[in-house]
């Protein structure tokens, strides 16, 4: 790999974006404030984020990732970690399941420290993860970052046995071209910085389970008017 490689690690300039991050914060919040169980929270967060799927997909964006669960967010009572872990083996079992029927051949990646799950989850994703089907080649991904550093991220890749091909060897291999995060912080929360170095990032002052189909759509047509330059 040469050493222009690396400075190209961007997006295109294209105004179509190719690869969308989620943060979708708030959901405790939330449940707290409509008196909601955190169990109940989580799952209504889990229907949004497929709908948030759904919706980019259908405006042909080729690769979404969301940030499920960052380590840190295993510091948090174990009765908030058991609710957003179901919740997540709920949504990779379930709703995306369903989701993907309508878009056979997506590859689901799973991004982060696996082996901390629980049973139940852990299975979900490599379940998910090893799905093909052959027949439709729709050449869409979805990468879960699940338990996700991105230091343990960067070290994988340095360590790795494919040496002198770095970025090759990253989970998530391509760059961003935006990042939406909602509950008004205006902070990745280490959400993929490599890859979002150059991404346009959007913050909603909404917790995530209040965020409607309309915002996306606002910020897809605010984004595809931009004219985006890389330091030229």
Same mark, same amino acid.
């Given at each position: 790999?040469?050493?222009?490689?690396?400075?190209?690690?961007?997006?295109t300039k294209?105004?179509?974006?190719?690869?969308?991050?989620?943060?979708?914060?708030?959901?405790?919040?939330?449940?707290?404030?409509?008196?909601?169980?955190?169990?109940?929270?989580?799952?209504?967060?889990?229907?949004?984020?497929?709908? *948030?799927? %759904?919706?980019?997909?259908? @405006? &042909?964006?080729?690769?979404?990732? /969301?940030?499920? +669960?960052?380590?840190?967010?295993?510091?948090?009572?174990?009765?908030?970690?058991?609710?957003?872990?179901?919740?997540?083996?709920?949504?990779?079992?379930?709703?995306?399941?369903?989701?993907?029927?309508?878009?056979?051949?997506?590859?689901?990646?799973?991004?982060?420290?696996?082996?901390?799950?629980?049973?139940?989850?852990?299975?979900?994703?490599?379940?998910?993860?090893t799905q093909?089907?052959?027949?439709?080649?729709?050449?869409?991904?979805?990468?879960?970052?699940?338990?996700?550093?991105?230091?343990?991220?960067?070290?994988?890749?340095?360590?790795?046995?494919?040496?002198?091909? *770095?970025? %090759?060897?990253?989970?998530? @291999? &391509?760059?961003?071209?935006?990042? /939406?995060?909602? +509950?008004?912080?205006?902070?990745?929360?280490?959400?993929?910085?490599?890859?979002?170095?150059?991404?346009?990032?959007?913050?909603?002052?909404?917790?995530?389970?209040?965020?409607?189909?309309?915002?996306?759509?606002?910020?897809?047509?605010?984004?595809?008017?931009?004219?985006?330059k890389y330091?030229?």
């Amino acid at each position: 790999m040469s050493h222009y490689d690396l400075i190209d690690f961007h997006p295109t300039k294209d105004n179509k974006p190719i690869h969308i991050g989620l943060i979708p914060d708030g959901t405790g919040r939330w449940g707290e404030i409509n008196n909601i169980p955190i169990m109940d929270a989580y799952m209504y967060t889990m229907g949004k984020i497929a709908q *948030f799927i %759904n919706f980019f997909f259908e @405006k &042909e964006v080729p690769i979404i990732s /969301i940030y499920l +669960s960052s380590i840190q967010n295993f510091r948090r009572p174990q009765e908030k970690i058991e609710a957003f872990c179901r919740a997540q083996e709920y949504f990779v079992s379930t709703e995306l399941i369903k989701l993907l029927k309508n878009y056979p051949n997506t590859a689901v990646v799973p991004v982060g420290n696996t082996d901390i799950l629980p049973m139940g989850l852990r299975s979900a994703l490599l379940n998910i993860s090893t799905q093909k089907d052959v027949s439709n080649k729709s050449n869409k991904k979805i990468y879960l970052c699940v338990a996700y550093n991105p230091l343990e991220e960067v070290l994988q890749a340095i360590e790795s046995p494919q040496k002198g091909n *770095f970025l %090759n060897n990253l989970c998530v @291999k &391509e760059p961003l071209d935006l990042v /939406i995060r909602t +509950s008004g912080a205006n902070l990745l929360s280490n959400f993929l910085p490599l890859q979002a170095g150059y991404a346009r990032l959007y913050w909603l002052e909404k917790l995530y389970p209040d965020v409607s189909i309309e915002e996306y759509e606002s910020i897809y047509n605010e984004f595809v008017k931009l004219e985006r330059k890389y330091g030229d």
